[in-house]
């Protein structure tokens, strides 16, 4: 489902900013929270990032910033990094933001994605897929934070309570369901909720009945489905 919010821009000034730049084109600021949200903003204008990232600092949001999309990658690949949400803007000095979109396939937790540009006719149409939030960049600091939460809760998170009610999954099936959304694989599921894998693919195997689906990826489907139309 794709959402497009906007509103005035308030970047206030940049004094005091804090950051750090290192030879992949990327910033990212010296006082980060592991707990805090944690976004990559690719975006070359570099005053319009620095300013988001101090404003959503307060909202307990970490924003490093890549200048193209060759620090993206580099990003990208660091090994054990935690990305909640990419920020993308869509014209790029070495190519199209959505030429990083097969990057984000290869990443075994799927961020949330927010297309952040001032050209969002222009987007192409394969981008979709993903299922993006569009945000113009007249949107304020304020409300770019609230949907950076949204889009680190996972693309369905909204959707996903409505979802448990109808086909009366439980509160283990539920929370299941939304690491699938995150990106998580039963493994990884098995070590964030500390039990059996086995046990996992027993609550999958529920949720397939209990939403008659023969998978738990068309279960997915059709949460991805209610959605949009649910």
């Known amino acids: 489902?794709?959402?497009?919010?906007?509103?005035?821009?308030?970047?206030?000034?940049?004094?005091?900013?804090?950051?750090?730049?290192?030879?992949?084109?990327?910033?990212?600021?010296?006082?980060?929270?592991?707990?805090?949200?944690?976004?990559?903003?690719?975006e070359d204008n570099l005053p319009?990032?620095?300013a988001f990232r101090r404003h959503l600092a307060r909202h307990g949001i970490d924003l490093a910033i890549a200048e193209n999309l060759q620090g993206a990658r580099r990003v990208l690949k660091k090994p054990g990094h935690r990305l909640d949400v990419i920020?993308?803007?869509?014209?790029?000095?070495?190519?199209?933001g959505e030429e990083l979109l097969p990057d984000l396939d290869q990443l075994s937790r799927q961020p949330g994605l927010v297309i952040f540009s001032s050209f969002l006719d222009e987007i192409r149409p394969e981008a979709t897929s993903y299922r993006p939030i569009l945000v113009p960049k007249?949107?304020?600091?304020?409300?770019?934070?609230?949907?950076?939460?949204?889009?680190?809760?996972?693309?369905?998170?909204?959707?996903?309570?409505?979802?448990?009610?109808?086909f009366g999954l439980t509160n283990k099936e539920t929370k299941i369901l939304e690491l699938v959304a995150r990106g998580e694989k039963p493994k990884g599921i098995a070590q964030e909720l500390d039990c059996s894998i086995q046990a996992?693919?027993?609550?999958?195997?529920?949720?397939?009945?209990?939403?008659?689906?023969?998978?738990?990826?068309?279960?997915?489907?059709?949460?991805?489905?209610?959605?949009?139309?649910?």
């Open 138 to 166: 007249t949107i304020a600091p304020s409300s770019l934070a609230a949907i950076v939460r949204i889009a680190a809760n996972g693309y369905a998170h909204h959707a996903l309570s409505h979802f448990a009610k109808r």
């Open 48 to 50: 319009c990032a620095r």
């Open 1 to 42: 489902m794709l959402t497009r919010l906007g509103d005035a821009l308030d970047t206030g000034d940049e004094t005091g900013a804090q950051e750090v730049a290192d030879g992949a084109g990327t910033e990212h600021g010296d006082n980060a929270v592991s707990t805090a949200i944690q976004v990559l903003f690719v």
């Open 200 to 230: 996992v693919y027993a609550h999958l195997t529920k949720i397939c009945v209990r939403t008659d689906c023969s998978s738990y990826q068309e279960a997915m489907a059709m949460l991805f489905q209610f959605a949009c139309h649910g």
């Open 87 to 96: 920020l993308l803007d869509l014209h790029l000095p070495d190519g199209r």
